[in-house]
T-cell receptor
Framework: AQSVTQPDIHITVSEGASLELRCNYS??????LFWYVQSPGQGLQLLLK??????LVQGIKGFEAEFKRSQSSFNLRKPSVHWSDAAEYFC????????????FGAGTILRVKS | GAVVSQHPSWVICKSGTSVKIECRSL??????MFWYRQFPKQSLMLMAT?????????EQGVEKDKFLINHASLTLSTLTVTSAHPEDSSFYIC?????????????FGPGTRLTVT
């Protein structure tokens, strides 16, 4: 069955340091890929998405993600983290067999230390 | 663009009563809306998919008679939790798929915190 894995439940980085959040999926074809961010008690905000084309996509707030077909991964990166980036990040994947539904990873909580 | 609102943002109700949550797409038409439930420190769990003018499709294990979904227009879907119990307390989030966008792209509302006492 199709699945989405975010292996890191928590990540702590220092302000100004670089960040990489991992996302892997299990699927035979190329899915539609999304990263969302959620602040406590809030809904989800779309950071970026990949449908096709250039495998390095730029998003809002200085985030980028790279789709690697060979590794079935779509990792989120940011070169310099700000304290306001502390939140929970969800990778979501759209699989054709699931219709228009998205499958979410378990989420990664990012803590930023000063 | 692509703003989704939810009302109320939080609600407290007594056990046995029903509560309705509204999800509106403010600046686009949404043929499909999704309802999710999120428990503390957990991911989103899809409850049901609603299409305008037709019955909702519920995920396995979700009681359709308890969680009534109505999608009467292209901009409004409602979730009614009937005979609520404390175990229904959760964060409910809706999302909407725009008519003219990629079919997998969803725009999320800010969520509704339901507490059943």
């Amino acid at each position: 069955a199709q699945s989405v894995t975010q292996p890191d439940i928590h990540i702590t980085v220092s302000e100004g340091a670089s960040l990489e959040l991992r996302c892997n999926y299990s699927y035979g074809a190329t899915p539609y890929l999304f990263w969302y961010v959620q602040s406590p008690g809030q809904g989800l905000q779309l950071l970026l998405k990949y449908f096709s084309g250039d495998t390095l996509v730029q998003g809002i707030k200085g985030f980028e993600a790279e789709f690697k077909r060979s590794q079935s991964s779509f990792n989120l990166r940011k070169p310099s983290v700000h304290w306001s980036d502390a939140a929970e990040y969800f990778c979501a994947v759209g699989f054709m067999e699931y219709g228009n539904k998205l499958v979410f990873g378990a989420g990664t909580i990012l803590r930023v230390k000063s | 663009g692509a703003v989704v609102s939810q009302h109320p943002s939080w609600v407290i109700c007594k056990s046995g009563t029903s509560v309705k949550i509204e999800c509106r797409s403010l600046d686009f038409q949404a043929t499909t809306m999704f309802w999710y439930r999120q428990f503390p420190k957990q991911s989103l769990m899809l409850m049901a998919t609603s299409n305008e003018g037709s019955k909702a499709t519920y995920e396995q294990g979700v009681e359709k008679d308890k969680f009534l979904i109505n999608h009467a227009s292209l901009t409004l879907s409602t979730l009614t939790v009937t005979s609520a119990h404390p175990e229904d307390s959760s964060f409910y989030i809706c999302s909407a798929r725009a008519l003219d966008r990629n079919s997998y792209e969803q725009y999320f509302g800010p969520g509704t915190r339901l507490t059943v006492t």
